[in-house]
Protein backbone atom coordinates (compact mmCIF):
# COMPACT_ATOMS: atom_id res chain seq x y z
CA UNK A 1 0.00 0.00 0.00
CA UNK A 2 1.23 3.32 -0.60
CA UNK A 3 0.72 7.00 -0.79
CA UNK A 4 1.23 9.41 -3.58
CA UNK A 5 0.27 12.06 -5.59
CA UNK A 6 -2.92 11.95 -7.41
CA UNK A 7 -2.19 11.88 -11.00
CA UNK A 8 -5.05 12.58 -14.09
CA UNK A 9 -5.05 9.19 -14.61
CA UNK A 10 -6.82 8.97 -10.97
CA UNK A 11 -9.71 11.06 -11.40
CA UNK A 12 -12.37 8.60 -12.36
CA UNK A 13 -11.12 6.16 -9.20
CA UNK A 14 -11.56 9.34 -7.09
CA UNK A 15 -14.82 10.56 -8.20
CA UNK A 16 -15.67 7.15 -6.90
CA UNK A 17 -14.68 7.49 -3.72
CA UNK A 18 -15.91 11.45 -3.38
CA UNK A 19 -19.32 9.81 -4.22
CA UNK A 20 -19.16 7.23 -1.04
CA UNK A 21 -19.60 10.85 0.71
CA UNK A 22 -21.34 12.82 -1.33
CA UNK A 23 -23.21 12.13 -4.91
CA UNK A 24 -22.15 14.47 -7.66
CA UNK A 25 -23.16 13.85 -11.30
CA UNK A 26 -19.37 13.39 -12.57
CA UNK A 27 -20.64 12.57 -16.02
CA UNK A 28 -21.36 16.20 -15.67
CA UNK A 29 -17.80 17.54 -15.30
CA UNK A 30 -15.03 18.18 -17.77
CA UNK A 31 -12.14 16.47 -15.99
CA UNK A 32 -9.51 18.48 -18.29
CA UNK A 33 -10.48 21.62 -16.74
CA UNK A 34 -11.55 20.75 -13.21
CA UNK A 35 -7.51 18.93 -13.71
CA UNK A 36 -6.04 22.50 -14.37
CA UNK A 37 -7.68 24.66 -12.29
CA UNK A 38 -7.16 22.17 -9.14
CA UNK A 39 -4.89 23.71 -6.98
CA UNK A 40 -4.65 21.57 -4.15
CA UNK A 41 -1.99 18.82 -3.06
CA UNK A 42 -3.49 15.28 -3.96
CA UNK A 43 -2.89 12.07 -2.42
CA UNK A 44 -4.04 8.54 -3.02
CA UNK A 45 -3.71 5.82 -1.17
CA UNK A 46 -3.36 2.62 -3.84
CA UNK A 47 -3.15 -1.11 -3.14
CA UNK A 48 -2.74 -3.61 -6.00
CA UNK A 49 -3.54 -0.71 -9.00
CA UNK A 50 -6.43 0.24 -7.18
CA UNK A 51 -7.26 3.88 -5.49
CA UNK A 52 -8.47 3.09 -1.84
CA UNK A 53 -8.15 6.51 -0.36
CA UNK A 54 -8.03 10.07 -1.12
CA UNK A 55 -7.52 13.40 0.56
CA UNK A 56 -6.33 16.86 -0.04
CA UNK A 57 -4.46 19.64 1.02
CA UNK A 58 -5.05 23.38 0.73
CA UNK A 59 -2.06 25.57 1.82
CA UNK A 60 -3.33 29.06 1.95
CA UNK A 61 -0.70 31.46 1.93
CA UNK A 62 -1.18 34.48 4.59
CA UNK A 63 -0.65 38.51 4.50
CA UNK A 64 1.81 37.97 7.08
CA UNK A 65 3.76 36.00 5.63
CA UNK A 66 3.23 32.41 6.76
CA UNK A 67 0.94 29.47 5.43
CA UNK A 68 -1.93 27.81 7.05
CA UNK A 69 -3.31 24.24 5.65
CA UNK A 70 -6.75 22.61 5.49
CA UNK A 71 -7.19 18.85 4.69
CA UNK A 72 -10.19 18.56 2.77
CA UNK A 73 -11.70 15.21 1.13
CA UNK A 74 -11.30 12.66 3.18
CA UNK A 75 -12.44 9.38 1.85
CA UNK A 76 -11.37 5.06 2.25
CA UNK A 77 -13.16 2.98 -0.11
CA UNK A 78 -16.42 1.31 2.06
CA UNK A 79 -14.04 -2.32 2.38
CA UNK A 80 -11.03 -0.63 3.25
CA UNK A 81 -12.16 1.58 6.47
CA UNK A 82 -11.14 0.83 10.08
CA UNK A 83 -7.66 -1.18 8.35
CA UNK A 84 -5.38 1.76 8.67
CA UNK A 85 -5.28 3.07 5.34
CA UNK A 86 -6.84 6.27 6.38
CA UNK A 87 -4.65 7.03 9.60
CA UNK A 88 -1.77 6.11 6.41
CA UNK A 89 -3.13 9.27 4.63
CA UNK A 90 -3.76 11.44 7.47
CA UNK A 91 -0.12 10.81 8.15
CA UNK A 92 0.70 11.86 4.78
CA UNK A 93 -1.34 15.05 4.52
CA UNK A 94 0.10 16.00 8.12
CA UNK A 95 3.90 15.46 6.73
CA UNK A 96 3.03 17.34 3.63
CA UNK A 97 1.80 20.25 5.41
CA UNK A 98 4.62 20.80 7.71
CA UNK A 99 6.48 20.37 4.63
CA UNK A 100 4.77 22.98 3.17
CA UNK A 101 6.28 25.32 5.98
CA UNK A 102 1.95 25.26 7.39
CA UNK A 103 2.47 26.92 11.76
CA UNK A 104 -1.56 24.68 11.62
CA UNK A 105 -3.41 22.55 10.02
CA UNK A 106 -6.97 22.35 9.93
CA UNK A 107 -9.65 19.97 8.73
CA UNK A 108 -13.90 19.69 9.50
CA UNK A 109 -15.15 16.37 10.07
CA UNK A 110 -18.92 14.64 11.16
CA UNK A 111 -18.82 14.58 14.83
CA UNK A 112 -18.69 10.72 14.74
CA UNK A 113 -15.18 10.86 13.44
CA UNK A 114 -14.43 13.30 16.29
CA UNK A 115 -12.38 9.97 18.23
CA UNK A 116 -10.54 9.32 14.72
CA UNK A 117 -9.43 12.45 14.23
CA UNK A 118 -8.41 12.87 18.38
CA UNK A 119 -6.42 9.30 17.67
CA UNK A 120 -4.28 11.29 14.86
CA UNK A 121 -3.09 14.05 16.73
CA UNK A 122 -5.89 16.75 16.14
CA UNK A 123 -7.90 18.86 19.11
CA UNK A 124 -11.26 20.11 18.86
CA UNK A 125 -11.01 23.98 18.64
CA UNK A 126 -13.05 26.81 17.39
CA UNK A 127 -17.05 26.59 16.32
CA UNK A 128 -16.88 26.51 12.16
CA UNK A 129 -20.07 28.77 10.94
CA UNK A 130 -20.45 28.52 7.14
CA UNK A 131 -22.88 30.40 4.22
CA UNK A 132 -24.02 28.66 0.95
CA UNK A 133 -24.47 29.83 -2.50
CA UNK A 134 -27.49 29.65 -3.69
CA UNK A 135 -26.98 30.55 -7.19
CA UNK A 136 -24.94 27.38 -8.30
Sequence with gaps: MIVRDIKFKDMDSVYELLNQLTFV?????????????????????EYKDKIIGYGSLVVENKIRGYSSGQIEDVVISEE???????????????????????????????????????KNNFIVNNVVMKQWNDKT
Design 25 to 45: ETSLVDKTKAWEEFNCQGLVV
Design 80 to 118: WRGKGVGEKLIKALVERAWDKKCYRLSLFCKEELVPFYK
